[in-house]
């Protein structure tokens, strides 16, 4: 996708275009930037740390083969690939653990494969719903939360459903 | 309501802070490697797996770092000089529809305009105080009192649905497993999160519609039976 590349180069030369024009420090500004989530990146180093570790022995014990077996017919019936099984169980739950178990993916198959898209895909188009929902309603104090978690997990599903047909359209595979 | 009990027993478990729960899931899923590991006899690969697998965090981490930190000095630059308000400009009107009922120069549009962006742009540091903030603050312009309105549950439900433009994440990690081409996915990405999104929009608006309708045909009754 050639498109996308010259893409990615444009959006980064018009952001320093524009921020020069306006008066921005560029550079000063970008190392603040990336300071800061460097200071994110080591933060989540240690819950990155556990969770592979556990992700690990959960695939070294059989464990995830178990799980994604139990659920065979209902993954065959979507076309949904079992290797992706634990990643959709992941994701709603913990972004780290997420991130564990895609590298684990990664690492048994191509990237480039059609478990390696399908697995891209979901991560990127799924969010820690369990998670923000958590966060965002204990800090504004809302008891009552009425269909947030049904709508929210409709979103979840049709979105690991459509990362098996997106794949299958844009790749033909 | 059974989705009530699975959010009760949710909220305990991450206790607000998010991480409350990971002390279960980190026993219990160390816990279900031991019993299989056992019952399938991959003790010694289940016990390697613990001594090697922490070394690849952080292999992984000084893989995914340099990016990620590329996009946060981009992204910095970019609400800097004033990118991230014109875009949040752009989403004024599509965002209008979503949240009905709402001040469009109030303090709570302006929160969820920002929060939306800030979700597009992939700044997630900055999106999740703006999304707080855009909760508390529809709350109180709805003079909620702690019920979920459906200008809420409409955020708090885009939230939870990715809509990050650039995946910046996957691509590094794609291209950190030698990927020949690690954007290529993005279309794919696109449509899918459009899917998720789109489901969980219509979602919303159907159950705020059939409330509607419910409380209207309660009234109805009502007026008839003076």
């Known amino acids: 996708m050639k498109v996308i590349e010259l893409a990615v180069l444009l959006i980064i030369t018009a952001i320093?275009?524009?921020?020069?024009?306006?008066?921005?420090?560029?550079?000063?500004?970008?190392?603040?930037?990336?300071y800061e989530t460097l200071k994110t990146g080591v933060s989540i180093l240690p819950a990155l740390i556990a969770l592979m570790t556990c992700v690990g022995m959960i695939s070294a014990s059989g464990a995830a083969d178990a799980l994604a077996e139990l659920l065979a017919p209902v993954t065959e019936f979507l076309g949904f690939p079992s290797e992706c099984v634990p990643l959709a169980v992941m994701r709603p739950i913990s972004g780290s653990g997420a991130t564990a178990v895609y590298e684990e993916i990664l690492s048994e198959n191509s990237p480039?494969?059609?478990?390696?898209?399908?697995?891209?895909?979901?991560?990127g188009s799924t969010e820690t719903t369990f998670y923000t929902i958590a966060v965002y309603f204990g800090a504004a104090k809302i008891k009552k939360t009425r269909n947030t978690l049904v709508s929210s997990l409709t979103a979840d599903f049709t979105g690991f459903v459509f990362s098996v047909l997106a794949v299958r359209l844009v790749f033909g595979q | 309501?059974?989705?009530?009990?699975?959010?009760?027993?949710?909220?305990?478990?991450?206790?607000?802070?998010?991480?409350?729960?990971?002390?279960?899931?980190?026993?219990?899923?160390?816990?279900?490697?031991?019993?299989?590991?056992?019952?399938?006899?991959?003790?010694?690969?289940?016990?390697?797996?613990?001594?090697s697998e922490?070394?690849?965090?952080?292999?992984?981490?000084?893989?995914?770092?340099?990016?990620?930190?590329?996009?946060?000095?981009?992204?910095?630059?970019?609400?800097?000089?004033?990118i991230t308000d014109f875009i949040a400009k752009l989403f004024r009107a599509p965002l209008k529809f979503l949240f009905k009922g709402i001040d469009a120069n109030g303090?709570?549009?302006?929160?969820?305009?920002?929060?939306?962006?800030?979700?597009?742009?992939?700044?997630?540091n900055a999106a999740t105080p703006l999304g707080i903030q855009a909760v508390k603050e529809l709350s109180e312009e709805e003079s909620a009192g702690g019920v979920a309105t459906d200008n809420i549950i409409m955020l708090v439900v885009l939230n939870t649905a990715s809509i990050q433009l650039i995946p910046t994440t996957v691509a590094a990690m794609r291209l950190a497993h030698g990927s020949s081409s690690p954007l290529d996915v993005m279309p794919a990405i696109l449509i899918s999160s459009a899917a998720s999104v789109a489901a969980g929009i219509a979602s919303v608006k159907c159950f705020a519609a059939g409330r509607n309708v419910l409380?209207?045909?309660k009234r109805t009754i009502t007026d008839e039976s003076h």
């Open chain 2, 107 to 124: 303090k709570a549009f302006k929160a969820v305009t920002m929060n939306i962006t800030a979700n597009l742009l992939g700044l997630g």
């Open chain 2, 1 to 51: 309501m059974s989705g009530f009990l699975i959010y009760r027993a949710i909220t305990i478990f991450y206790n607000g802070q998010g991480l409350e729960m990971m002390k279960y899931i980190f026993t219990v899923m160390v816990g279900i490697s031991l019993v299989f590991g056992l019952a399938a006899g991959n003790i010694s690969e289940v016990s390697n797996a613990a001594l």
């Open chain 1, 16 to 34: 320093l275009a524009v921020g020069l024009i306006k008066g921005v420090d560029v550079f000063g500004q970008f190392t603040e930037g990336a």
């Open chain 1, 112 to 123: 480039d494969s059609f478990i390696g898209r399908v697995a891209s895909v979901l991560i």
């Open chain 2, 54 to 82: 922490c070394s690849q965090a952080v292999e992984l981490m000084l893989k995914l770092i340099g990016p990620m930190a590329f996009w946060g000095g981009m992204m910095r630059v970019a609400d800097k000089a004033g």
């Open chain 2, 215 to 217: 409380s209207r045909s």
